[in-house]
Protein backbone atom coordinates (compact mmCIF):
# COMPACT_ATOMS: atom_id res chain seq x y z
CA UNK A 1 0.00 0.00 0.00
CA UNK A 2 2.98 1.95 0.83
CA UNK A 3 4.56 1.63 -2.61
CA UNK A 4 0.88 2.87 -4.57
CA UNK A 5 0.42 5.80 -2.65
CA UNK A 6 4.62 6.51 -3.01
CA UNK A 7 3.93 5.76 -6.85
CA UNK A 8 0.81 7.75 -7.02
CA UNK A 9 2.62 10.68 -5.78
CA UNK A 10 5.12 11.09 -7.80
CA UNK A 11 3.48 10.29 -11.11
CA UNK A 12 0.45 12.91 -10.20
CA UNK A 13 2.67 15.51 -8.98
CA UNK A 14 0.40 18.31 -10.33
CA UNK A 15 -2.69 16.93 -8.66
CA UNK A 16 -0.51 16.48 -5.11
CA UNK A 17 0.37 19.77 -4.93
CA UNK A 18 -3.09 21.46 -6.08
CA UNK A 19 -4.95 19.05 -2.99
CA UNK A 20 -1.75 20.60 -1.06
CA UNK A 21 -2.87 24.33 -1.97
CA UNK A 22 -6.48 23.29 -1.09
CA UNK A 23 -5.97 21.66 1.94
CA UNK A 24 -3.52 24.99 3.41
CA UNK A 25 -6.53 27.26 2.22
CA UNK A 26 -9.36 25.23 3.52
CA UNK A 27 -7.43 24.39 6.82
CA UNK A 28 -6.59 28.56 6.98
CA UNK A 29 -10.44 29.02 6.87
CA UNK A 30 -11.02 26.60 9.78
CA UNK A 31 -8.38 27.33 12.02
CA UNK A 32 -9.77 31.30 11.41
CA UNK A 33 -13.17 29.98 12.39
CA UNK A 34 -12.42 27.59 14.81
CA UNK A 35 -13.96 27.85 18.47
CA UNK A 36 -11.11 28.39 20.75
CA UNK A 37 -11.66 27.82 24.36
CA UNK A 38 -9.58 27.31 27.71
CA UNK A 39 -9.57 24.03 28.31
CA UNK A 40 -11.71 20.80 26.43
CA UNK A 41 -14.64 20.10 28.44
CA UNK A 42 -13.73 17.65 30.51
CA UNK A 43 -16.99 17.60 33.35
CA UNK A 44 -19.73 15.29 32.76
CA UNK A 45 -23.32 17.06 32.01
CA UNK A 46 -24.80 17.97 34.90
CA UNK A 47 -27.82 19.65 36.44
CA UNK A 48 -27.71 22.42 39.05
CA UNK A 49 -30.78 22.75 41.16
CA UNK A 50 -30.75 25.47 43.84
CA UNK A 51 -34.01 26.88 46.41
CA UNK A 52 -34.06 29.64 48.13
CA UNK A 53 -35.56 29.34 51.65
CA UNK A 54 -34.78 32.34 53.63
CA UNK A 55 -34.83 31.91 57.28
CA UNK A 56 -34.45 28.32 57.88
CA UNK A 57 -31.60 26.92 59.45
CA UNK A 58 -29.72 24.34 57.72
CA UNK A 59 -31.12 21.42 59.15
CA UNK A 60 -34.59 22.51 58.37
CA UNK A 61 -33.39 23.01 54.22
CA UNK A 62 -31.94 19.66 54.76
CA UNK A 63 -35.16 17.77 55.78
CA UNK A 64 -38.10 20.29 54.44
CA UNK A 65 -36.68 21.70 50.89
CA UNK A 66 -33.47 19.00 49.98
CA UNK A 67 -34.81 15.72 50.42
CA UNK A 68 -38.31 16.51 48.51
CA UNK A 69 -36.41 17.59 45.98
CA UNK A 70 -34.03 14.80 45.76
CA UNK A 71 -37.21 11.96 46.32
CA UNK A 72 -38.66 13.97 42.96
CA UNK A 73 -35.64 14.36 40.56
CA UNK A 74 -33.98 10.81 41.64
CA UNK A 75 -34.45 8.29 39.10
CA UNK A 76 -34.13 10.22 36.01
CA UNK A 77 -32.90 8.40 32.75
CA UNK A 78 -28.81 8.21 32.61
CA UNK A 79 -28.16 9.73 35.95
CA UNK A 80 -25.47 8.68 37.76
CA UNK A 81 -25.17 10.68 41.11
CA UNK A 82 -26.93 13.05 42.88
CA UNK A 83 -25.18 15.11 45.40
CA UNK A 84 -26.36 17.89 47.61
CA UNK A 85 -25.76 20.92 50.20
CA UNK A 86 -28.01 22.47 52.89
CA UNK A 87 -26.75 25.80 53.80
CA UNK A 88 -28.47 28.51 55.66
CA UNK A 89 -31.44 29.46 53.48
CA UNK A 90 -30.14 27.92 50.33
CA UNK A 91 -30.43 24.43 49.00
CA UNK A 92 -28.19 23.15 46.06
CA UNK A 93 -28.36 20.06 44.57
CA UNK A 94 -26.28 18.62 41.38
CA UNK A 95 -27.56 15.69 39.53
CA UNK A 96 -24.77 14.32 37.43
CA UNK A 97 -25.72 12.10 34.24
CA UNK A 98 -23.86 9.57 32.18
CA UNK A 99 -21.05 10.55 29.54
CA UNK A 100 -22.47 11.51 26.43
CA UNK A 101 -26.25 12.07 27.69
CA UNK A 102 -27.58 14.88 25.80
CA UNK A 103 -27.77 17.65 28.30
CA UNK A 104 -30.30 19.89 26.75
CA UNK A 105 -32.69 17.02 27.02
CA UNK A 106 -31.81 15.81 30.54
CA UNK A 107 -32.99 19.23 31.40
CA UNK A 108 -35.86 19.16 30.16
CA UNK A 109 -36.46 16.09 31.99
CA UNK A 110 -35.15 17.73 34.83
CA UNK A 111 -37.78 20.15 34.45
CA UNK A 112 -40.34 18.16 34.24
CA UNK A 113 -39.56 16.09 37.62
CA UNK A 114 -39.40 20.16 39.26
CA UNK A 115 -42.69 21.17 37.81
CA UNK A 116 -44.41 18.17 40.98
CA UNK A 117 -42.68 19.46 43.72
CA UNK A 118 -44.28 22.72 43.90
CA UNK A 119 -46.80 21.59 46.46
CA UNK A 120 -43.92 20.09 48.62
CA UNK A 121 -42.31 22.73 49.72
CA UNK A 122 -42.89 24.80 52.73
CA UNK A 123 -44.41 28.24 52.86
CA UNK A 124 -42.37 30.92 52.09
CA UNK A 125 -39.64 28.57 50.06
CA UNK A 126 -39.19 29.72 46.12
CA UNK A 127 -39.58 27.75 43.57
CA UNK A 128 -36.68 25.26 42.66
CA UNK A 129 -35.05 26.69 39.78
CA UNK A 130 -32.04 25.30 37.41
CA UNK A 131 -28.98 27.26 37.02
CA UNK A 132 -28.00 28.62 33.66
CA UNK A 133 -26.31 25.85 31.65
CA UNK A 134 -22.58 26.90 31.21
CA UNK A 135 -19.05 25.29 29.93
CA UNK A 136 -17.01 23.20 31.86
CA UNK A 137 -14.20 26.11 32.71
CA UNK A 138 -17.60 28.68 33.34
CA UNK A 139 -15.56 31.63 34.01
CA UNK A 140 -15.40 33.95 30.95
CA UNK A 141 -14.65 37.18 32.45
CA UNK A 142 -14.06 39.69 35.70
CA UNK A 143 -14.25 42.84 35.53
CA UNK A 144 -14.03 45.51 39.65
CA UNK A 145 -16.07 48.44 40.56
CA UNK A 146 -14.45 50.76 42.20
CA UNK A 147 -15.67 54.86 43.38
CA UNK A 148 -14.67 57.66 45.35
CA UNK A 149 -17.51 59.77 44.91
CA UNK A 150 -20.43 56.73 45.37
CA UNK A 151 -21.39 54.98 48.68
CA UNK A 152 -21.49 51.31 48.49
CA UNK A 153 -25.24 51.25 48.08
CA UNK A 154 -25.41 53.90 45.44
CA UNK A 155 -22.52 51.43 43.65
CA UNK A 156 -24.17 48.32 43.32
CA UNK A 157 -26.98 49.67 42.17
CA UNK A 158 -25.51 50.95 39.30
CA UNK A 159 -23.95 47.34 38.79
CA UNK A 160 -27.01 46.04 39.03
CA UNK A 161 -29.71 47.90 37.31
CA UNK A 162 -27.23 49.70 34.74
CA UNK A 163 -23.97 47.98 34.14
CA UNK A 164 -25.68 44.19 34.40
CA UNK A 165 -28.42 44.63 31.86
CA UNK A 166 -25.95 45.54 29.54
CA UNK A 167 -23.32 42.90 29.65
CA UNK A 168 -26.21 40.13 29.93
CA UNK A 169 -27.06 41.35 26.41
CA UNK A 170 -23.67 40.03 25.03
CA UNK A 171 -24.67 36.88 22.89
CA UNK A 172 -23.09 33.99 24.56
CA UNK A 173 -23.30 35.30 28.35
CA UNK A 174 -25.15 33.03 30.53
CA UNK A 175 -24.73 34.50 33.46
CA UNK A 176 -23.44 37.66 35.60
CA UNK A 177 -23.09 37.59 39.43
CA UNK A 178 -22.62 40.45 41.59
CA UNK A 179 -20.23 40.16 44.70
CA UNK A 180 -20.23 43.62 47.14
CA UNK A 181 -21.22 46.40 47.88
CA UNK A 182 -24.53 46.97 49.34
CA UNK A 183 -27.97 45.94 47.75
CA UNK A 184 -30.90 48.78 48.63
CA UNK A 185 -33.41 47.81 50.64
CA UNK A 186 -36.26 49.68 52.53
CA UNK A 187 -36.76 48.37 56.03
CA UNK A 188 -39.49 48.51 58.50
CA UNK A 189 -38.08 47.80 61.93
CA UNK A 190 -40.69 47.34 64.56
CA UNK A 191 -40.83 48.65 67.78
CA UNK A 192 -42.60 45.97 69.87
CA UNK A 193 -43.75 48.11 72.65
CA UNK A 194 -45.56 50.62 70.22
CA UNK A 195 -47.30 47.62 68.80
CA UNK A 196 -48.50 46.53 72.47
CA UNK A 197 -49.75 50.29 72.94
CA UNK A 198 -51.80 50.25 69.63
CA UNK A 199 -53.31 46.74 70.62
CA UNK A 200 -51.61 45.62 67.31
CA UNK A 201 -49.89 42.39 65.68
CA UNK A 202 -46.93 42.07 62.98
CA UNK A 203 -49.05 40.37 60.77
CA UNK A 204 -50.98 43.53 60.68
CA UNK A 205 -47.85 45.50 59.72
CA UNK A 206 -46.84 42.60 57.35
CA UNK A 207 -49.93 43.38 55.57
CA UNK A 208 -50.20 47.05 55.45
CA UNK A 209 -45.83 46.37 53.87
CA UNK A 210 -47.41 44.17 51.21
CA UNK A 211 -50.37 46.57 50.16
CA UNK A 212 -48.56 49.35 49.95
CA UNK A 213 -45.38 48.11 48.02
CA UNK A 214 -46.84 45.76 45.97
CA UNK A 215 -48.69 46.13 42.74
CA UNK A 216 -51.92 44.41 42.03
CA UNK A 217 -54.03 44.55 38.73
CA UNK A 218 -57.53 46.57 39.32
CA UNK A 219 -58.89 45.71 36.42
CA UNK A 220 -61.14 47.46 33.87
CA UNK A 221 -64.49 49.26 33.24
CA UNK A 222 -66.43 48.34 30.09
CA UNK A 223 -68.38 51.29 28.25
CA UNK A 224 -70.61 51.29 24.90
CA UNK A 225 -67.96 51.88 23.14
CA UNK A 226 -64.47 50.55 24.70
CA UNK A 227 -63.28 48.70 27.22
CA UNK A 228 -61.14 51.29 29.49
CA UNK A 229 -57.74 49.18 31.82
CA UNK A 230 -57.56 50.55 35.36
CA UNK A 231 -53.87 51.06 36.45
CA UNK A 232 -52.80 51.61 40.07
CA UNK A 233 -50.21 54.14 40.70
CA UNK A 234 -49.70 53.75 44.70
CA UNK A 235 -46.44 52.25 45.01
CA UNK A 236 -44.43 53.44 47.77
CA UNK A 237 -41.11 53.56 46.83
CA UNK A 238 -39.57 55.98 49.55
CA UNK A 239 -38.95 55.31 53.42
CA UNK A 240 -41.44 58.56 53.55
CA UNK A 241 -44.31 57.32 51.91
CA UNK A 242 -44.15 53.53 52.94
CA UNK A 243 -43.58 55.22 56.36
CA UNK A 244 -47.25 57.31 56.19
CA UNK A 245 -48.78 54.15 54.56
CA UNK A 246 -51.87 53.02 57.39
CA UNK A 247 -51.75 49.92 59.36
CA UNK A 248 -55.47 50.45 61.52
CA UNK A 249 -57.49 53.13 62.23
CA UNK A 250 -57.68 54.21 65.48
CA UNK A 251 -60.32 55.56 68.24
CA UNK A 252 -61.16 59.23 67.39
CA UNK A 253 -60.55 59.73 63.85
CA UNK A 254 -57.26 59.20 64.50
CA UNK A 255 -55.08 56.32 62.21
CA UNK A 256 -51.87 54.33 63.01
CA UNK A 257 -49.41 54.40 60.47
CA UNK A 258 -46.17 52.59 59.78
CA UNK A 259 -44.05 55.40 61.12
CA UNK A 260 -45.81 55.43 64.70
CA UNK A 261 -45.09 51.39 65.10
CA UNK A 262 -41.83 51.10 63.55
CA UNK A 263 -38.73 52.18 62.16
CA UNK A 264 -39.04 52.72 58.42
CA UNK A 265 -35.79 53.48 57.02
CA UNK A 266 -33.38 53.14 53.61
CA UNK A 267 -30.88 50.65 54.69
CA UNK A 268 -28.55 47.71 53.27
CA UNK A 269 -29.37 43.76 52.97
CA UNK A 270 -27.21 41.57 55.27
CA UNK A 271 -24.14 40.87 53.95
CA UNK A 272 -22.59 37.12 53.33
CA UNK A 273 -19.39 38.33 52.46
CA UNK A 274 -17.95 41.16 50.90
CA UNK A 275 -15.31 42.33 47.96
CA UNK A 276 -12.15 44.16 47.65
CA UNK A 277 -10.95 45.65 44.21
CA UNK A 278 -6.97 46.42 44.33
CA UNK A 279 -7.52 46.57 48.44
CA UNK A 280 -10.85 48.94 48.34
CA UNK A 281 -14.28 48.15 48.78
CA UNK A 282 -15.60 47.57 45.68
CA UNK A 283 -17.97 45.38 43.42
CA UNK A 284 -16.99 42.41 41.65
CA UNK A 285 -18.75 41.46 38.17
CA UNK A 286 -18.55 37.92 37.38
CA UNK A 287 -19.37 36.80 33.65
CA UNK A 288 -20.17 32.69 32.65
CA UNK A 289 -20.20 31.37 29.42
CA UNK A 290 -22.86 29.81 27.68
CA UNK A 291 -22.42 25.86 26.81
CA UNK A 292 -20.21 25.78 23.73
CA UNK A 293 -20.22 29.40 23.22
CA UNK A 294 -16.35 30.41 22.01
CA UNK A 295 -14.59 31.81 24.55
CA UNK A 296 -12.69 34.44 22.56
CA UNK A 297 -15.68 35.50 20.42
CA UNK A 298 -17.58 36.72 23.87
CA UNK A 299 -14.55 37.87 25.45
CA UNK A 300 -14.10 40.51 22.42
CA UNK A 301 -17.64 41.63 22.44
CA UNK A 302 -17.88 42.42 25.99
CA UNK A 303 -14.75 43.69 26.33
CA UNK A 304 -16.52 46.31 23.44
CA UNK A 305 -19.84 46.61 25.53
CA UNK A 306 -17.36 47.59 28.44
CA UNK A 307 -16.00 50.35 26.20
CA UNK A 308 -19.15 51.55 25.12
CA UNK A 309 -19.94 52.05 29.17
CA UNK A 310 -16.72 53.89 29.48
CA UNK A 311 -18.30 57.80 28.95
CA UNK A 312 -21.23 56.75 31.69
CA UNK A 313 -19.00 55.18 33.76
CA UNK A 314 -16.90 58.47 33.67
CA UNK A 315 -19.72 60.25 34.27
CA UNK A 316 -20.50 58.59 37.74
CA UNK A 317 -16.89 58.53 38.77
CA UNK A 318 -16.62 55.05 38.78
CA UNK A 319 -12.83 53.61 38.23
CA UNK A 320 -13.39 49.99 36.23
CA UNK A 321 -10.72 47.35 36.82
CA UNK A 322 -11.59 44.96 33.20
CA UNK A 323 -9.55 42.64 33.43
CA UNK A 324 -9.10 41.03 37.50
CA UNK A 325 -9.51 37.29 35.85
CA UNK A 326 -9.39 36.60 32.05
CA UNK A 327 -9.27 33.26 30.62
CA UNK A 328 -8.80 34.46 27.24
CA UNK A 329 -5.20 35.53 28.37
CA UNK A 330 -4.82 31.55 28.67
CA UNK A 331 -6.02 31.56 24.73
CA UNK A 332 -4.11 34.45 23.69
CA UNK A 333 -0.87 32.80 25.21
CA UNK A 334 -1.05 29.53 23.83
CA UNK A 335 -1.58 30.81 20.05
CA UNK A 336 1.22 33.30 20.55
CA UNK A 337 3.24 30.46 21.81
CA UNK A 338 2.36 28.00 18.69
CA UNK A 339 3.06 31.23 16.01
CA UNK A 340 6.52 31.34 17.63
CA UNK A 341 7.49 27.62 17.79
CA UNK A 342 6.20 27.56 14.06
CA UNK A 343 8.19 29.77 12.85
CA UNK A 344 11.48 29.46 15.10
CA UNK A 345 11.17 25.33 13.64
CA UNK A 346 10.43 26.81 10.29
CA UNK A 347 13.67 28.98 10.09
CA UNK A 348 15.75 26.75 12.06
CA UNK A 349 14.57 23.33 9.85
CA UNK A 350 15.53 25.52 7.02
CA UNK A 351 18.88 26.78 8.19
CA UNK A 352 19.95 23.56 9.05
CA UNK A 353 18.85 21.28 5.76
CA UNK A 354 20.25 24.08 3.51
CA UNK A 355 23.53 24.09 5.77
CA UNK A 356 23.98 20.62 5.62
CA UNK A 357 22.46 19.45 2.54
CA UNK A 358 23.15 22.77 0.45
CA UNK A 359 20.02 22.86 -0.75
CA UNK A 360 17.04 25.52 -1.16
CA UNK A 361 14.57 23.01 -2.57
CA UNK A 362 15.43 20.09 0.00
CA UNK A 363 15.25 22.58 2.40
CA UNK A 364 11.79 24.18 1.42
CA UNK A 365 10.15 20.55 0.95
CA UNK A 366 10.73 19.89 4.59
CA UNK A 367 9.49 22.66 5.97
CA UNK A 368 6.32 22.75 4.08
CA UNK A 369 5.06 19.47 5.71
CA UNK A 370 5.06 21.54 9.08
CA UNK A 371 1.67 23.77 8.19
CA UNK A 372 -0.10 21.10 5.85
CA UNK A 373 0.21 18.75 9.05
CA UNK A 374 -1.11 21.16 11.50
CA UNK A 375 -3.70 22.37 9.67
CA UNK A 376 -4.53 18.92 8.64
CA UNK A 377 -4.92 18.07 12.56
CA UNK A 378 -6.99 20.85 12.47
CA UNK A 379 -9.25 20.14 10.63
CA UNK A 380 -10.09 16.71 12.26
CA UNK A 381 -10.34 18.06 15.65
CA UNK A 382 -12.88 20.78 14.15
CA UNK A 383 -14.78 17.40 12.23
CA UNK A 384 -14.55 15.85 15.61
CA UNK A 385 -16.03 18.76 17.33
CA UNK A 386 -13.11 19.60 19.99
CA UNK A 387 -12.20 23.09 20.34
CA UNK A 388 -9.25 24.59 19.99
CA UNK A 389 -8.09 25.39 23.58
CA UNK A 390 -4.46 25.46 25.63
CA UNK A 391 -3.92 21.89 26.18
CA UNK A 392 -4.65 20.87 21.79
CA UNK A 393 -2.59 23.85 20.63
CA UNK A 394 0.46 23.03 23.21
CA UNK A 395 0.26 19.73 22.00
CA UNK A 396 0.51 20.80 18.21
CA UNK A 397 3.47 22.98 19.11
CA UNK A 398 5.18 19.63 20.47
CA UNK A 399 4.67 17.77 17.48
CA UNK A 400 6.19 20.16 14.93
CA UNK A 401 9.40 18.35 16.33
CA UNK A 402 7.99 14.97 15.13
CA UNK A 403 6.40 16.43 12.07
CA UNK A 404 9.59 17.40 10.52
CA UNK A 405 11.71 14.63 11.34
CA UNK A 406 9.57 12.31 9.36
CA UNK A 407 10.16 14.58 6.46
CA UNK A 408 13.79 15.56 6.92
CA UNK A 409 14.35 11.91 6.65
CA UNK A 410 12.50 11.07 3.42
CA UNK A 411 13.92 13.78 1.50
CA UNK A 412 17.41 14.07 2.98
CA UNK A 413 17.67 10.18 1.73
CA UNK A 414 16.13 11.20 -1.68
CA UNK A 415 18.52 13.88 -2.02
CA UNK A 416 21.37 11.79 -1.21
CA UNK A 417 20.42 8.67 -3.66
CA UNK A 418 20.42 11.64 -6.12
CA UNK A 419 23.60 12.79 -6.04
CA UNK A 420 24.51 9.15 -6.24
CA UNK A 421 22.93 8.31 -8.93
CA UNK A 422 24.34 11.24 -10.53
CA UNK A 423 27.81 9.96 -10.22
CA UNK A 424 26.87 6.77 -12.26
CA UNK A 425 28.65 6.33 -15.60
CA UNK A 426 24.37 5.11 -16.56
CA UNK A 427 22.22 7.19 -14.65
CA UNK A 428 19.17 5.71 -13.89
CA UNK A 429 15.95 7.67 -14.13
CA UNK A 430 14.77 9.77 -11.57
CA UNK A 431 11.38 8.41 -10.78
CA UNK A 432 12.27 4.76 -10.10
CA UNK A 433 15.43 6.56 -7.90
CA UNK A 434 13.29 8.69 -5.86
CA UNK A 435 10.57 5.86 -5.27
CA UNK A 436 13.14 3.27 -4.21
CA UNK A 437 14.66 6.22 -2.15
CA UNK A 438 11.57 6.98 -0.34
CA UNK A 439 10.70 3.40 0.15
CA UNK A 440 13.80 2.83 1.68
CA UNK A 441 13.26 4.45 4.66
CA UNK A 442 9.16 4.77 4.41
CA UNK A 443 8.54 1.52 6.69
CA UNK A 444 11.19 2.56 9.41
CA UNK A 445 9.27 6.06 9.58
CA UNK A 446 5.97 4.84 9.65
CA UNK A 447 7.16 2.21 12.29
CA UNK A 448 8.87 4.99 14.46
CA UNK A 449 5.64 6.75 14.18
CA UNK A 450 3.15 4.12 14.93
CA UNK A 451 5.75 3.52 18.28
CA UNK A 452 5.17 7.22 19.78
CA UNK A 453 1.05 6.58 18.80
CA UNK A 454 1.87 2.99 21.25
CA UNK A 455 3.39 5.16 23.73
CA UNK A 456 0.59 8.12 24.35
CA UNK A 457 -2.02 5.42 24.03
CA UNK A 458 -2.14 4.46 27.60
CA UNK A 459 -2.72 8.23 28.21
CA UNK A 460 -6.18 8.20 26.32
CA UNK A 461 -7.06 4.53 27.63
CA UNK A 462 -6.22 5.15 31.41
CA UNK A 463 -9.39 5.70 33.06
CA UNK A 464 -9.66 7.35 36.78
CA UNK A 465 -11.80 5.82 40.24
CA UNK A 466 -15.53 7.12 39.78
CA UNK A 467 -15.91 6.45 43.33
CA UNK A 468 -16.62 9.09 46.43
CA UNK A 469 -12.87 9.86 46.54
CA UNK A 470 -12.12 9.78 43.48
CA UNK A 471 -11.37 12.92 40.81
CA UNK A 472 -14.87 11.83 39.49
CA UNK A 473 -16.71 13.16 42.65
CA UNK A 474 -14.02 16.41 42.48
CA UNK A 475 -15.86 17.48 38.69
CA UNK A 476 -13.39 15.10 36.80
CA UNK A 477 -14.98 12.88 34.17
CA UNK A 478 -14.39 9.10 34.88
CA UNK A 479 -11.76 8.17 31.85
CA UNK A 480 -10.62 11.80 31.72
CA UNK A 481 -7.19 11.34 30.67
CA UNK A 482 -4.18 12.26 33.47
CA UNK A 483 -0.45 11.93 32.47
CA UNK A 484 -0.09 11.06 36.34
CA UNK A 485 -2.71 7.72 35.97
CA UNK A 486 -1.08 6.55 32.69
CA UNK A 487 0.97 3.91 32.67
CA UNK A 488 3.99 4.83 30.12
CA UNK A 489 6.20 1.99 28.95
CA UNK A 490 9.72 4.02 29.92
CA UNK A 491 7.90 4.67 33.82
CA UNK A 492 7.42 0.53 33.87
CA UNK A 493 10.85 0.15 32.89
CA UNK A 494 12.70 2.82 35.50
CA UNK A 495 10.28 1.34 38.31
CA UNK A 496 9.45 -2.29 37.49
CA UNK A 497 12.04 -4.13 35.88
CA UNK A 498 15.53 -3.96 37.04
CA UNK A 499 18.49 -4.60 34.64
CA UNK A 500 19.17 -8.32 34.48
CA UNK A 501 23.19 -7.76 35.53
CA UNK A 502 23.42 -9.06 39.66
CA UNK A 503 25.98 -11.75 40.29
CA UNK A 504 25.46 -14.34 42.99
CA UNK A 505 26.68 -12.16 45.41
CA UNK A 506 24.55 -9.01 45.30
CA UNK A 507 21.95 -11.68 45.30
CA UNK A 508 23.04 -12.77 48.60
CA UNK A 509 23.32 -9.35 49.89
CA UNK A 510 19.72 -8.15 48.78
CA UNK A 511 18.30 -11.34 50.48
CA UNK A 512 20.18 -10.36 53.99
CA UNK A 513 19.19 -7.19 53.65
CA UNK A 514 15.46 -8.29 53.00
CA UNK A 515 15.42 -10.21 55.79
CA UNK A 516 17.08 -7.58 57.79
CA UNK A 517 14.41 -5.26 56.56
CA UNK A 518 11.53 -7.90 57.15
CA UNK A 519 12.18 -8.36 60.41
CA UNK A 520 12.42 -5.14 61.43
CA UNK A 521 9.36 -4.49 59.63
CA UNK A 522 7.96 -7.14 61.80
CA UNK A 523 9.12 -5.97 65.48
CA UNK A 524 8.10 -2.42 64.40
CA UNK A 525 4.49 -3.70 63.52
CA UNK A 526 4.34 -6.41 66.87
CA UNK A 527 5.59 -2.92 68.96
CA UNK A 528 2.90 -0.84 67.39
CA UNK A 529 0.31 -3.92 68.50
CA UNK A 530 0.72 -3.77 71.56
CA UNK A 531 0.89 -0.56 72.01
CA UNK A 532 -2.64 -0.74 70.21
CA UNK A 533 -3.97 -3.52 72.59
CA UNK A 534 -2.93 -1.52 75.60
CA UNK A 535 -5.01 1.65 74.66
CA UNK A 536 -7.79 -0.52 73.57
CA UNK A 537 -7.23 -2.25 77.66
CA UNK A 538 -7.82 1.07 79.30
CA UNK A 539 -10.34 2.35 77.14
CA UNK A 540 -12.99 -0.82 77.27
CA UNK A 541 -11.22 -1.91 81.34
CA UNK A 542 -9.60 -4.75 80.04
CA UNK A 543 -8.82 -6.82 76.85
CA UNK A 544 -8.41 -10.63 76.54
CA UNK A 545 -5.25 -11.87 74.77
CA UNK A 546 -7.75 -13.64 72.56
CA UNK A 547 -9.45 -10.54 71.48
CA UNK A 548 -5.78 -8.89 70.66
CA UNK A 549 -4.81 -11.85 68.53
CA UNK A 550 -7.85 -12.08 66.67
CA UNK A 551 -7.93 -8.78 65.78
CA UNK A 552 -4.03 -8.39 64.92
CA UNK A 553 -4.50 -11.51 62.56
CA UNK A 554 -7.37 -9.20 60.89
CA UNK A 555 -5.71 -6.63 60.26
CA UNK A 556 -2.12 -8.11 59.45
CA UNK A 557 1.17 -7.62 61.05
CA UNK A 558 3.02 -4.96 58.36
CA UNK A 559 3.21 -1.40 59.14
CA UNK A 560 2.11 -0.16 56.56
CA UNK A 561 -1.22 -1.79 56.60
CA UNK A 562 -2.15 0.08 59.68
CA UNK A 563 -1.53 3.36 58.56
CA UNK A 564 -3.20 2.96 55.20
CA UNK A 565 -5.93 1.54 57.73
CA UNK A 566 -5.73 5.33 60.04
CA UNK A 567 -5.12 7.31 56.91
CA UNK A 568 -8.63 6.40 55.48
CA UNK A 569 -10.16 9.37 54.89
CA UNK A 570 -13.45 10.55 56.83
CA UNK A 571 -16.82 10.85 56.08
CA UNK A 572 -18.36 14.58 55.49
CA UNK A 573 -20.82 15.86 57.41
CA UNK A 574 -23.34 18.66 57.83
CA UNK A 575 -25.56 19.13 55.50
CA UNK A 576 -23.78 17.51 52.43
CA UNK A 577 -24.49 14.01 51.74
CA UNK A 578 -24.27 11.61 48.34
CA UNK A 579 -25.98 8.81 46.08
Request: charged fraction near 20%; include cysteine.
Amino acid sequence: MLRSIVHFSLRFKGVIVALSCLLLGYGVYIAANAKLDVFPDFVQPQVVIQTEAPGLSPEQVEVLVTRPVETAVNGLGNQESLRSESIQGLSIITVVFKEGTDVFRARQMMAEKLGETSGLLPTGVKSPRMTPLTSSTMDLLKIGLVSEKLSAMELRTFADWTLKPRLLAVAGVAKCSSFGGEVRQLQIQVQPERLLAYDLALSDVLAAARLATGVTGAGFVETENQRVILQTEGQSLTPELLGNVVVAGGTNGLSVRLKDVALVKEGAEPKFGDTLIQAKPGVLLTMSSQYGANTMEVTTALEAALEEMKPTLAREGITLYPRLHRPATFIETALRNIRSSLLLGGVLVGVVLFLFLGHFRTAFISVTAIPLSLLAAIILLDQFGVTLNTITLGGLAIAIGEVVDDAIIDVENIFRRLRENQGLAAPRPAFSVILEASLEVRTAVVYATFIVTLVFLPVGLSKLPAGPGGPAAHGHRPGHRDLRRSHHPAAVLRGRTPPRISRRPFRVASQHRSRLVSDRNAALGEKHFRSLAAAQEHRHGGTTDRTCRARRRSMGTAPQRVSRGLEAPRGRGGGIHGW
